[in-house]
């Protein structure tokens, strides 16, 4: 979609990656707030979609060198923003946390597979033109800590929503 398009949806577009960080900081030490899905008081975006939004546009900015950022959007899961190339990518979102109070989900590679196929289940109308956004949470062993929870963004590109 041509950045052009999107003037017309009238959405906060987040224009400081580093503002928005000191707001996520405490949603991201307590992943309660990554878990529960409560909204933003000022923003449309969940705090997981907003926080996995932020790590996309943070990773494209060093690879290409380019002012990415992300707006909000009432249709989705938010819209990642070439600001240079004047285009913007609507995401769509799937949790495959494993919440301590909620169902248990399968393990490992499967957990994430069966959040997919949740998105797949809608159909093709739903997903046209979105990015897919997979977000998880792994334990991982170090040895400056006895362990450490990372929230993990994956993207799928090309396989089923593009």
């Known amino acids: 979609m041509l950045i052009t398009e999107l003037a017309s949806l009238n959405h906060k577009l987040v224009k400081d990656l580093r503002i928005a960080l000191k707001d996520f900081e405490p949603m991201v030490k307590n992943p309660h707030f990554l878990w529960n899905g409560r909204e933003i008081k000022n923003f449309s975006l969940r705090p997981r979609e907003a926080w996995a939004n932020w790590l996309i546009c943070t990773v494209l900015r060093k690879m290409r060198r380019r002012e990415i950022t992300f707006m909000e ?72 800590a006895k362990s450490a929870k990372v929230f993990s963004v994956d993207i799928i590109l090309k396989l089923y929503f593009v």
């Not at 938010?78 to 240079?84: A, E, H, L, Q, S």
């Not at 248990?104 to 949740?118: C, F, K, W, Y």
């Open 73 to 144: 959007d009432d249709a989705g899961d938010g819209f990642i923003v070439d600001k240079d190339l004047k285009l913007a990518f609507q995401t769509e979102h799937v949790s495959a946390l494993d919440v301590p109070k909620g169902r248990r989900l399968p393990s490992g590679e499967q957990r994430i597979i069966d959040a997919i196929n949740l998105k797949i289940e809608r159909g093709d109308d739903y997903a046209r033109e979105k990015l897919l956004v997979v977000f998880s949470m792994v334990l991982v062993n170090s040895s400056e």
